[in-house]
């Protein structure tokens, strides 16, 4: 599986972004996915997660309420809506997939990655 994150920017505190997590070279849905962010200097933490049926979720803590991911199995693409976006949610964005039914929240837990896409939240 090959993944490509896009939708990252520039954003000022209290904005939104929408993130898509693109997927090819094999059978996307039945695949779990996660979003992971990496800020500088920190260790890439958990953010977001969805099984292959799109019926169960998580978060992490500091982005419940604000986050909101998704995905369209028709076009292997998983999104993660990020609405009243703070500073401390800057950093680098990956989203990752890995075989299976279960949300898993560490890194290393996954197989595929993608490139990551750069969200900036200015105060």
């Known amino acids: 599986v090959q993944l490509q994150a896009s939708g990252g920017g520039l954003v000022q505190a209290g904005g939104s972004l929408r993130l898509s997590c693109a997927a090819s070279g094999r059978t996307f849905s039945t695949y779990a996915v996660g979003w992971f962010r990496q800020a500088p200097g920190k260790e890439r933490e958990f953010v977001a997660g969805?099984?292959?049926?799109?019926?169960?979720?998580d978060y992490a803590d500091s982005v419940k309420g604000r986050f909101t991911i998704s995905r369209d199995n028709a076009k292997n693409t998983v999104y993660l809506q990020m609405n009243s976006l703070k500073p401390e949610d800057t950093a680098v964005y990956y989203c990752?997939?890995?075989?299976?039914?279960?949300?898993?929240?560490?890194?290393?837990?996954?197989?595929?990655w993608g490139q990551g896409t750069e969200v900036t939240v200015s105060s």
């Open positions: 969805i099984v292959w049926t799109g019926r169960t979720t």
């Open positions: 990752a997939a890995v075989a299976g039914w279960v949300i898993r929240v560490a890194a290393n837990d996954y197989n595929y």
